[in-house]
């Protein structure tokens, strides 16, 4: 990838600006009958005329007949066909000779959403969406006019009489055989069905709409964005496809997808009705009478919860949103079932085939469920750890029996009690090494060490690294306690040596490089020499987060086949040198994007540190910490495979 992008860089970046000034306002005329050389500037217009509901346009554009290529006998003869020898003031052409010419226009194309205008205006690009594509061809109502004019000419020079009767005649049958003339000869329950025909039962079963709203005749009478609108009011969650289904044959999905956006979020790939759609602005709970601004946030707190996870229960949350308890009833009924000794499970099975099939929907409302979650926990006064989402929560249960919450508790009994004896055996160890044959302190003896059988070699199943005897040998040290972790585990100042150094080399790694660059560096250290101890990956994590690095949370998109090791991204925040401040600012922006583009890098960096930021300075950055691909930059370690 890196070499794709030595051959085709970015030589400019531009911002660009929707300006609406002119919106549902500005057409694009083309003259389709007319060479790109030979254009309408210099022409005189006369008259225009619009009709904007229906895209007509007209324009009145003048003839020069003093030039060469103008045929002046034809322009006379062409206005004594349309006006005659009269002069009144309604003729169309009043200098006798045809001097004005007229354009109609056509619609290009119906669906204009993808053509805009634009002027680029010192490095700035603004766009203007069209309202319209007319083509301007030249207009020969004139013609029907001389034809208009023949026919009265005609009919003055013709006899009345004689005509009418011609014409009169018409109205009799013209074929008196009945053996033709079978229309009226039909029985009558041929007759009746003719009068009264069966009804054509409808072969595409269309899905059921709400039983409250207006029919869906005088539903469709509407535009697209209310009658999105009016139907996600009244159903509260729907899958795209019914929607899709309810609305008129032919409806661009596109066009839905803008709306849906406008009035719903998507949870778990099902599109909610959002809060303040139900709830405006000045108006209470018929229940308790609590303001519309509280029913928001309580509401948007359970439709959070169930990004994450299938069920929740009504207790818990009202816990949190602090609301009456008919109001928290009114929120879980509206997009969730009650489940006998499970909780409310959410009404809808996640939909992945619409992630899949938009997956850049998915992003934009993954980013926004994102800042609503950062104000939810400002108001809440919650963390984001305290409701982790479960890797499969539609497949575990909300309540555990107690046969196997037994069953946990002597499993966890179990562990916690190896891990005490082995800690109690290294410290026996530490104190054997320290006392003499007389049992007085301060005599260094020296303990001889057997290398260990491969069925006697330590093994770690809950995915935790440990040194144990890669090199042939036991474990000769045990771990030196550090009372300032805060989680009670212990490690060496070795383990401290390598992780700062690791991350002074390679600044931001995922919590799996680090393990395999450890496990590298287990293997290449000499037979014998071991240091470090039983290492897990909590204390691995600990020891980073006390060798002056921090976690990143990058948002990863929820495609993402990043496993949860990868997904744990850190990176150096301080390791004494002034460019520390670059790297904190590069950090803040990837907590909020897990890709940007170079400007944005650019910008965030000038406005947080000043004009004294140079190219050098943020290609050393980017060099340092991040990857390309596809123009866009990554964080190293989470560019998706």
Request: neutral net charge; charged residues 25%; contains cysteine.
């Amino acid at each position: 990838m890196a070499s794709g992008d030595d051959d085709d860089p970015i030589i400019q970046e531009i911002d660009v600006y929707l300006a609406r000034s002119l919106v549902e306002k500005l057409y694009l005329f083309q003259y389709p009958v007319r060479p790109g050389s030979m254009s309408y500037d210099n022409v005189t217009h006369l008259a225009a005329r619009i009709k904007p509901k229906q895209q007509k346009v007209e324009l009145e554009v003048a003839m020069d007949t003093m030039s060469p290529n103008y045929c002046r006998s034809k322009g006379e003869q062409i206005a004594l066909n349309v006006d005659g020898t009269s002069s009144e003031d309604s003729n169309v052409y009043s200098t006798k000779m045809m001097d004005k010419q007229t354009f109609s226009s056509i619609q290009a194309t119906t669906n204009t959403s993808r053509y805009a205008a634009a002027v680029f205006h010192k490095g700035e690009l603004h766009l203007t969406p069209l309202q319209g594509i007319l083509q301007m061809r030249p207009s020969f109502s004139y013609l029907d006019k001389a034809d208009t004019k023949h026919r009265e000419r005609e009919a003055a020079n013709e006899g009345t009489d004689s005509r009418s009767e011609h014409e009169r005649q018409y109205l009799y049958c013209q074929a008196m055989d009945t053996t033709e003339n079978t229309e009226l000869v039909k029985t009558p329950g041929e007759y009746l069905s003719m009068l009264m025909p069966p009804l054509a039962e409808e072969k595409v079963a269309k899905p059921m709409g709400p039983s409250n709203v207006l029919s869906m005749a005088q539903l469709r009478t509407l535009p697209l964005g209310d009658q999105v609108k009016t139907l996600m009011k009244n159903v509260k969650v729907m899958p795209f496809a019914n929607l899709m289904g309810l609305l008129a044959s032919g409806t661009d999905s596109t066009a839905v997808l803008r709306c849906i956006q406008q009035v719903a979020l998507l949870v778990q790939g099902n599109w909610v009705v959002k809060s303040d759609v139900l709830y405006p602005k000045n108006t209470c709970s018929s229940h308790s009478g609590v303001p519309a601004e509280v029913l928001c946030r309580g509401r948007d707190f359970v439709m959070w919860r169930f990004t994450l996870e299938r069920t929740l229960m009504r207790k818990e949350v009202a816990a949190i949103i602090k609301l009456p308890p008919e109001d928290v009833k009114d929120f879980l009924e509206q997009m969730s079932a009650p489940r006998l000794n499970r909780g409310w499970e959410f009404l809808l099975p996640t939909d992945h085939d619409f992630v899949k099939k938009h997956p850049d929907v998915a992003q934009r409302q993954h980013m926004l469920w994102l800042g609503i979650q950062s104000k939810l926990e400002k108001v809440f006064n919650f963390s984001k750890d305290d409701f982790v989402p479960k890797k499969d929560a539609q497949m575990e249960p909300v309540h555990i029996s107690g046969d196997h919450r037994l069953k946990s508790a002597r499993e966890n009994a179990r562990e916690n009690h190896g891990a005490m004896q082995r800690e109690l055996d290294a410290r026996r160890l530490k104190a054997s090494r320290y006392t003499g044959s007389s049992g007085e302190s301060g005599a260094l003896v020296q303990v001889k060490q057997e290398p260990m059988s491969d069925s006697e070699e330590p093994m770690d199943t809950s995915g935790s690294l440990t040194n144990g005897s890669i090199n042939g040998y036991p474990n000769s040290t045990s771990p030196v306690s550090d009372p300032h972790n805060g989680h009670g585990h212990s490690f060496t100042p070795e383990l401290q040596d390598f992780v700062r150094s690791t991350f002074q080399k390679h600044y931001v790694l995922c919590l799996s490089e680090v393990k395999r660059l450890f496990n590298l560096h287990l293997a290449s250290l000499p037979t014998g020499h071991s240091v470090y101890g039983h290492v897990t990956d909590r204390m691995l994590q600990d020891t980073i987060l006390q060798s002056q690095c921090k976690q990143i949370l990058v948002p990863f998109p929820p495609q993402s086949n990043a496993t949860a090791e990868e997904q744990k991204v850190f990176g150096l925040w301080e390791s004494g040198e002034t460019f520390d401040k670059h790297r904190q600012v590069l950090f803040e922006i990837f907590m909020k994007n897990y890709r940007v583009r170079r400007n944005v890098i650019q910008t965030r960096l000038t406005q947080e540190l000043g004009d004294a930021v140079t190219k050098t300075d943020i290609d050393r950055l980017l060099k340092e910490c991040c990857m390309s691909l596809g123009g866009m930059w990554y964080l190293k370690g989470t560019v998706p495979s």
